[in-house]
């Protein structure tokens, strides 16, 4: 999924980046973007076959669901971006081995990279847009998730203030989850600390109550060797 998901960037982004392109690339591209969401498409329904109660299955993964019927109601290229991203973060949450840091940097780079690509295909060609380079654009998704916002570049059109609120609401939440992985960090490490605190705590006791034990047993042994 990882790899399908990689190779979705490359597709979304070649025909943004390389302006203009030719009408077989750009094919080509599309093509790939939907082979790739076909390959989620496939991978829900196993999913729902294998379940053991299919409606509860549907109940618990209605985001799935919507993801996978999300470009079936208008062929835009944004919406094909928006199902894979929900896909992908959906099959990276039910993956035990992933760690949560690993989770959040890949959720950052993924959301500026494709937050830049958006909002740079529907501001290019706006008349009165001042996103018009690649630079601008990564410039511009950086503020916004980190809700800077310096207000130099912004979009004007209707579906970039779209993308910009969707990327405004991700960054915050994303800086929540970083904090509370931060302050998660150090009460563990604090409880750690506090374990090992009491641990040695309770063996000074111990060894303590031996010495006191031996002591008694000395002076016992003492005073039996003088009344002999």
Known sequence: MLALAVLFAVAYAVPIVISPTSRSLTDACTAVEWVVWGAFAVDYL???????????????HWLDLCAVALPLIQPLRLLRLVSTLLLV????????????????????????MFGSLAVLSVERESPDGNIRTLGDA???????????????????????????????????????????NIAAWFIARFEKDDVEERRQTEA?????????????????????????
């Open 46 to 60: 196993v999913r729902l076959v294998l379940a053991e109660d299919r409606r509860r299955f549907v109940r618990r």
């Open 89 to 112: 973060q959906r099959r990276a949450r039910m993956a035990s081995q992933i760690r949560l840091t690993t989770y959040v940097a890949g959720a950052v780079v993924g959301l500026l």
């Open 138 to 180: 990564v410039w511009w998704s950086f503020t916004t998730m980190t809700t800077v916002g310096y207000g130099d570049h912004a979009p004007t059109t209707g579906l970039g203030r779209m993308i910009a609120v969707g990327l405004m609401l991700s960054g915050i939440a994303l800086l929540g989850v970083v904090t509370a």
């Open 204 to 228: 000074i006791r111990l060894l303590t109550d031996e010495v006191r034990a031996l002591r008694a047993e000395i002076a016992a042994l003492q005073e039996q060797s003088v009344r002999q």
